[in-house]
Structures are given as C-alpha cells and as structure tokens.
C-alpha cells in the first residue's frame, strides 16, 4: 500500500506531457473514404511527382518490381511529368504490368483517376492503359465495375461516345451521368468529361429532334460555365454547330433565335463583321448569317414601325416581307441615325449589330440594305426612295457591313427604267399596276428571274 501512494505522489508531482493528438484523426479518414465512394485514388499531397517519376523511371528501366505505394505513384507520373513514363515503352510496359499483377486496389484504382483525369484520345500510353483497365476493372471496388458494364468508361475508343448518347438521353451533362454512377470528384475527370463533352457536341448537331430551349440548356450545361464562357475553348466549334446545324432547313420560333444569337455572339462575335472567328464553323455561320439578314429586317420594320405614319410604312413592310419569305434576300444591314440606334440596342440585346450615319439626316431616318442577286438595294424609310444597283460591284453600289455610311453614297441617283444599271423609285402610289411596288418587283425579277404577284405583299 505504500509503494501505491508514493507512486501516486510522484505522479502528481510530476504531470505527464500533454498527448499530442493528430492533426486530421485517422477514423476522420477512414470515414471519408467509406462515405465518398467516388472510388478515386488521388495524387498524394506534398509529392513532387517530378522527382518520384525519374526515380520509377530509373527503377522500371532496371527491370525492378515496384511496391504497392511506388505503383500507386506510377499511375500518377504516366502522363503529367517532367519524365512522364507513359514516353518511354519499357516503363510504360513495366507500369502497367505491375498494376494489373497488384493484389491491392489503389494502384488500380490511381490508373484509372489517372486515366480519366489526363485523358486524350490521341495521347501516348491512353491505349495501353486502358486495355489494362478493361482487364481490371472488376477487381477495383466499386463504382469501377458498375461504370464499367454501364458505359464501357475505361475503353478509350467507346466509353466518352455511350458518356455522351446517356447525357443525350437523360438531357445531362457528362459530369452529371458520372456523378449519378459514384463518380463525384469534378477535377479528376477534367480529361475525360472534356471528351465526353466533345462527343455529346457533335451527337447534338446530328439530332434534329430536340426542342430548341432544351437544346439550348444542354449545350450551356455542357459546354460553358456560369458566365457563358467557353470551358474548353477548343469545343467553340463544336458548340456552334450542336446550336445550329439543326436549324440548316428550319427555324426556331423568334424568340428562342434571339437567345441563340445573343449566346453565338457573345462567344464569337457577328460572322458578318468578324468571319475570321467562324473559319472552322462554315456552316455554322450559313445559318447565323441567315438569322442575322432577318434580324436586321426586323430591326429596320420594328424602328420604323415606331416613327413612320402608318399609312406611309404599312405597305412598305408587307412589301419587304414578302421579298423575304420569296427567298430573294441573301443579306441585310441597316443604318440608324442615333436615336434609331438607342432605339435597336433597347429592343434586341447589346450585341445587335447595324451601322450608323457619317453625316447628317433628318431625325429618325434609316436606310435597309439588302443583297439581292447580283445587286445592292438601299431602302431609306419616311420619304426616301428605293435604290437599286444591278451590279454590287459597281464602284458607286454600297458595300454592306461597314460600321458607317454617308448619306449620300447610299442614293443611287437613277431613275425608274428597267434598262438603266441605276434604279430609284419614290414611294408614292400604293395601288395599280404604276405603284412603287410593281415597279421594284419587276426590277427584282429582271435581277433574279423571281416574279412576285401583288396578292404576295397586299
């Protein structure tokens, strides 16, 4: 009893050293990795993966068996690395056999984030590593197995084209359909879900059938991010199409035209004014451009609509109207004086797109531009003529798509003979066989071979 209190004293005298307890405790670990689940195996912390890639290098080269730690490393130096082994046959051979001879499953369960995170189809070593995981992949715990079966993932050639026609199913993005399989780490499938992207893309600009408002939010949701800026720029083709392509012989309702056109321009600019910015997108820009020529007759009725009198401009806007939907418009532009412009970016977004005067007019004139045939009309509003040139290569024709035009440079200065290469004609008689219409419907046919019927602009 007395050796027992003398102990106690000398305790009690002496306090032990506060416990040093870890940082992150090792059941918090334990517990992320059973209740993450995303069955990722991601780089280590605090690893410089340079330096650890020429020693594996070194070894793999020497022909020596690398540990389960040393392999897990491996399948992180494939690719991303001053020395990446994935260059070099024999490491990249050693690498993969270790791997899959593992009777542990981080290394390969590393190979596959690995994989997924540096994936490009044309990228060396991808091919390889990914008949390795077709080979392992029901070894690795789930959800390897499951995505696996389900969407061929770890085969290089298929996995992102069943990715994408899944997303096109459920209308998801790739990341989504990945994190509804167990895979909910974003970062480590930057790689892949960028290929996926690009399938579902080019899947998109095939498939006719979808609503133009859903095919507008699946490509937001794939392709940009919450500012409406490209996540990958290389796929700025690849989204123009998947918009428009669809449309080459139809039409959305206006409204939706609008949102698309507000989203191409934002990202690529006006192809009238900018084409540089849709070389790789051709057929893209066909349709934009034939969206925009209806826009900018839209914008020239509707500002017009808001100062001419109505019994000056309700026959002139069914007239042109009916140009329009006869298909002998192939471009348009208009010219605003100040308050027209104010008027326009008010009505149809900021990035609408016109001219202005380089000099003055009376307030609230405007000209409409159009490429029709081989010639150039120029339409002036209120009491302006109609001007016609046969030949837009005439040195006095205006070109369309400049940012501003003199007043003078678009009259004509002609007259109403068909023989003439110059045209003008004043809006004056509405009715008959002499109105303004007659004549400039038999100039356009002179000029394109159309012959429009006053039933298609009464």
């Not at 308050?339 to 007019?361: C, M, N, P, Q």
């Not at 798509?401 to 004056?428: C, E, M, N, Q, W």
Request: aromatic residues 8%; glycine residues 6%.
């Amino acid at each position: 009893m007395t050796l027992l209190k003398e102990a106690i004293r000398q305790i009690g005298a002496s306090p032990l050293p506060p416990l040093k307890l870890r940082d992150v405790p090792a059941v918090h670990h334990a517990a992320a990795r059973i209740a993450g689940g995303d069955g990722l195996e991601g780089q280590r912390e605090g690893r410089d993966y340079d330096r650890i890639a020429r020693e594996l290098m070194s070894k793999l080269l020497a022909g020596d068996s690398l540990t389960s730690r040393e392999l897990r490393d491996a399948a992180w130096c494939l690719w991303q690395t001053a020395t990446p082994l994935a260059e070099t046959p024999e490491a990249l051979r050693g690498a993969l056999e270790g791997i899959e001879n593992s009777i542990r499953k981080p290394p390969g369960r590393a190979l596959a984030s690995s994989f997924l995170y540096f994936f490009a189809p044309d990228r060396t070593g991808i091919p390889e590593a990914s008949a390795t995981l077709c080979r392992v992949a029901d070894e690795l715990g789930r959800p390897w197995p499951e995505l696996q079966s389900e969407h061929a993932l770890l085969d290089w050639r298929n996995g992102p084209a069943k990715v994408a026609r899944r997303s096109l199913e459920l209308r998801k993005s790739p990341t989504e359909v990945l994190a509804d399989g167990g895979l909910r780490s974003k970062d480590a499938l930057s790689g892949y879900v960028e290929a996926c992207a690009a399938e579902l893309l080019r899947q998109l600009a095939t498939e006719m059938d979808i609503p133009a408002p859903k095919r507008l939010a699946l490509v937001r949701a794939v392709a940009l991010n919450d500012r409406d800026q490209l996540i990958f720029a290389k796929h700025g083709p690849l989204l123009a199409n998947a918009l428009l392509l669809p449309f080459s012989n139809a039409e959305p309702h206006d409204d939706m035209k609008q949102q698309y056109l507000d989203l191409l321009l934002g990202l690529f600019r006006d192809p009238r004014l900018h084409p540089g910015n849709w070389v790789r997108m051709e057929d893209a820009a066909a349709v934009a451009r034939r969206w925009l020529t209806k826009l900018s007759l839209r914008q020239f009725l509707d500002i017009v609509d808001d100062v001419a009198l109505q019994r000056m401009w309700v026959h002139r806007r069914k007239f042109w109207e009916a140009v329009y939907e006869a298909g002998l418009i192939a471009d348009a532009w208009v010219v605003f004086d100040h308050a027209g412009a104010h008027s326009a970016r008010r009505a149809f977004g900021k990035e609408v797109s016109f001219a202005t005067f380089d000099g003055g007019v009376q307030a609230g004139h405007s000209v409409l531009l159009l490429r029709i045939g081989r010639g150039v009309v120029a339409e002036w509003s209120h009491n302006g003529k109609c001007n016609i040139w046969n030949d837009a290569e005439d040195r006095s024709a205006p070109a369309l798509y400049r940012r501003s035009y003199s007043p003078y440079t678009l009259r004509s200065h002609g007259d109403t003979s068909l023989d003439r290469s110059k045209f003008a004609v004043s809006h004056i008689s509405h009715e008959g066989p002499n109105s303004w219409q007659s004549k400039v419907a038999a100039k356009l046919h002179q000029m394109t071979g159309v012959r429009l019927k006053p039933s298609d602009w009464k």
